[in-house]
Every structure is written in structure tokens, then in C-alpha cells.
């Protein structure tokens, strides 16, 4: 209960999916039900998704399914030092 009250008082815009539920969710159908319930409660607070840790294809197609809006991995690139 504390925890969605934190929720709620803090001026969030975003919820990043931490990997280790994201790596394995497609052989793991608990870490499915974990990023299930994470998009539905960002969903309710009206948040955007970004799922960290995106290696494949097939699991970045299985995250748009899930309904997450944003993914970062080496699916896309190693990461980058920042710009300024």
C-alpha cells in the first residue's frame, strides 16, 4: 500500500521495466506476469513504460504486445556515453 501512496505523491512521468524481469520473460511466466502487472499499474497512473535489458526481436515484439511503450537494450545499440 505505501509503496503506490509513493506513487501518487511523486511527480513521475515514467516506469522503467528493471532487466531482470524483462531477460528471461519469454521462457519465465513469472517475470510475464511481473511486467504484466508493472504496464497495468503504470497504465492506471498514467505513466509511460520503458523496458530495460532488449536483446531480441522477438522479445521487443512480446513487450509491444504487453503493451510497454519504450525499450532500450543492445538490441538497438551498446549504450552511449552522454552528450553533454
Known amino acids: 500500500y505505501g509503496a503506490f501512496t509513493e506513487l501518487r505523491n511523486l511527480a513521475l512521468d515514467t516506469l522503467k521495466i528493471d532487466l531482470s524481469f524483462v531477460r528471461n520473460m ?25 523496458a ?20 532500450q537494450g543492445y538490441h538497438f545499440g551498446k549504450p552511449k556515453p552522454v552528450a553533454w
Open 26 to 50: 519469454l521462457e519465465d511466466r513469472e517475470d510475464e506476469r511481473v511486467v504484466k502487472t508493472i504496464v497495468f499499474v503504470a497504465l492506471a497512473y498514467g505513466l509511460t513504460t520503458v
Open 52 to 71: 530495460e535489458g532488449v536483446e531480441t526481436e522477438a522479445l521487443l515484439e512480446k513487450l509491444a504486445v504487453l503493451g510497454v511503450d519504450r525499450a
